[in-house]
């Protein structure tokens, strides 16, 4: 690396390109990126805070930014450069005044385009220098968005090539590709080997703040962050292959044995209290039902069904004198015929017969209430015909009914 002494300061020659995404997928990070990795960059190639250098002779080192897009940006080009500047201080005021905006929810970027146009842009400063002044070459990618697939279209000199192809290229002229991004993505991780760079060894050091960024460099070094704290003497276990069958014999015994201690625990938990059963004598019968004694008054007696009682509501009772003996009365106890020994039934006999008794009656009785009404309906058919009879004698001598008014 070639250094030169300016004001006190060791200054680098270099030229240093940074191709950024300027889409507003990006734009909202640019400014976390900006104060943890853009700047720290600038002030290693100016070997010196920028502040310092603002008023100051130029420095060795040249700078320049090529801004990519979507798709979207259809039709302006897909890449612009601007530059170049000896002056960090300038680049860094471009990125206070540019407006990273668009995209329009595209989730990939034109990074082949950037990469190309830089490439560009790389042989135009090697121009500006002498023949025999070999700077390093840096080209610092900040983007959030992967790359389309598909080739170079605008850039005339890298025109079909992709990104693959390019960044071969950068690794057979010994520009130094570093990545920053603020998330990890893959397609960018292989970008940076393709183009020379090892992330096994970028990863073994840390220069992010934030662990979800993305930080890969190459050429140059900023302030290393402390990894991770990782337990002393904790060290991962290596695994144990993998064998099915005893995997899958061993699931199915610890599955038995779950359900059987589940099942017990179950049943366990409901304490049923065990309770001696009624002692039974041996021989012993169930009890036959006591008789059922119902009172004669208590069942209706065939007289009493459609009695004029029932029918008339003026119907005045006879003379206690006159009453059935075998009614009960509120100075005389019923009177049950009592039976003998030999004519005594059984509870559930005399329960049939009661039940004989009671269907009888009730027939009895719908058998009065039929004869009632059709003798209601003989009266009511022999006055309606009388009526008309009378009616019709009427008509027939209209002289008699004057005289009888």
């Known amino acids: 690396m070639v250094h030169e002494t300016i004001s006190g300061h060791s200054a680098i020659q270099a030229d240093v390109i940074f191709v950024v995404e300027s889409s507003a997928m990006n734009g909202a990070y640019l400014n976390e990126l900006k104060a943890n990795y853009i700047i720290p960059s600038l002030e290693y190639f100016n070997q ?33 450069s601007y530059g170049h500047w000896t002056n960090p201080q300038k680049i860094l005021n471009l990125f206070e005044k540019m407006e990273l905006v668009g995209g329009k929810g595209e989730g990939y970027a034109n990074i082949a385009e950037g990469l190309a146009t830089a490439l560009v842009y790389f042989e135009d400063l090697q121009s500006l220098r002498e023949s025999s002044c070999v700077p390093h070459k840096h080209c610092i990618l900040v983007c959030n968005s992967p790359p389309y697939s598909v080739p170079v279209m605008q850039c005339s000199l890298y025109a079909g090539q992709t990104l693959e192809q390019l960044a071969t290229v950068f690794c057979e002229r010994n520009i130094h590709l570093s990545i920053l991004s603020p998330r990890k993505i893959p397609t960018l991780m292989k970008l940076f080997e393709k183009a020379g760079g090892d992330v096994q060894m970028s990863q073994t050091k840390n220069y992010a703040k934030d662990p979800r960024h993305l930080v890969l460099l190459k050429g140059y070094n900023l302030k290393e962050r402390p990894m991770s ?124 017969a009661v039940w004989q008794q009671q269907q009888q009656q009730a027939m009895q009785q719908q058998a009065f209430i039929m004869a009632r009404g059709r003798f209601n309906n003989k009266t009511n058919n022999s006055k309606f015909n009388s009526r008309t009879s009378n009616n019709s004698k009427i008509n027939n001598n209209p002289n008699q009914t004057m005289t009888a008014w």
């Open 48 to 80: 010196a805070p920028i502040e310092d250098r603002e008023f100051m002779c130029e420095s060795c080192a040249n700078y320049g930014l090529v801004l990519y897009e979507s798709s979207d940006c259809r039709p302006k080009p897909f890449s612009t």
């Open 229 to 352: 704290p990782t337990p002393v003497g904790s060290t991962l276990p290596a695994p144990a292959p993998l064998n099915l069958r005893k995997t899958f014999a061993r699931g199915g015994n610890r599955l038995r044995d779950l359900t059987n201690k589940i099942a017990q625990t179950t049943w366990s938990n409901f304490n049923l209290k065990e309770r001696p059963m009624s002692p039974t004598p041996v021989g012993s019968t169930l009890p036959a039902p006591a008789p059922l004694n119902l009172p004669v008054a208590s069942m209706p007696s065939p007289s009493n069904v459609g009695s004029p009682q029932t029918q008339n509501p003026n119907f005045r009772p006879a003379p206690p004198s006159q009453q059935n003996p075998n009614i009960p009365t509120s100075n005389q106890q019923p009177v049950v015929p009592q039976q003998s020994a030999a004519t005594q039934q059984t509870p559930s006999q005399q329960q049939q």
